[in-house]
């Protein structure tokens, strides 16, 4: 939930969001790439 925008998938846990990504499908690489980019910069992040 951290993430803005927010991934689309909802879970069980609200603070959990999801996005699915199927083999052979069309996704939007920057949109991924600025989530990435956001999780990295997280507190508690060691890459």
Do not use: C, N
């Not at 909802?10 to 956001?38: N, P």
Request: glycine share 6%; charged share 25%; hydrophobic share 40%.
């Amino acid at each position: 939930m951290s993430l803005d925008p927010v991934p689309p998938v909802e879970s069980r846990d609200k603070g959990t969001r999801y996005s699915h990504i199927h083999e052979g499908e069309a996704f939007d690489e920057a949109l991924v790439a600025h989530w990435i980019r956001q999780a990295a910069a997280l507190p508690g992040w060691k890459p």
